[in-house]
């Protein structure tokens, strides 16, 4: 079975730092594309970054220059470093995983396991 555990929400002051982790089990699902996404109260699911089987990058332009997503993977494990955050990236924050290793969208529909998320405050 695909797993995945996100970690590392917190609450934290506006244009503070804070990074995300999400252990990624299954056989091979580290290789797969990887991404993150988040929901924030009245908003719709948004896809925030994704890491590729050939280490290709994606970021919505929403977070380009403030986040950067990362894997380990002889640790399986995703990451999320955001940095300047803002009230506005307070959010439920999801770790996710493709059936495909590369070709893929930042969008919910080309991920099929999804982690129960962690979620991230940010005050003024």
């Known amino acids: 079975q695909v797993q995945l555990v996100e970690s590392g929400g917190d609450s934290v002051q506006a244009g503070g730092s804070l990074t995300l982790s999400c252990v990624v089990s299954g056989y091979g699902v580290i290789n797969n594309c990887l991404g993150w996404f988040r929901e924030a109260p009245g908003k719709d699911r948004e896809g925030v970054a994704l890491?590729?089987?050939?280490?290709?990058?994606r970021l919505a332009d929403s977070v380009k220059g403030r986040f950067v997503i990362s894997k380990n993977r002889a640790k399986n494990t995703l990451y999320l470093v955001m940095h300047n955050l803002t009230i506005e990236d307070t959010a439920m924050y999801y770790c996710?995983?493709?059936?495909?290793?590369?070709?893929?969208?930042?969008?919910?529909?080309?991920?099929?396991?999804w982690g129960q998320g962690t979620e991230v405050t940010v005050s003024s």
């Open positions: 890491i590729d089987g050939g280490y290709r990058i």
């Open positions: 996710a995983a493709s059936g495909v290793a590369d070709d893929c969208e930042l969008t919910s529909a080309w991920f099929n396991s």
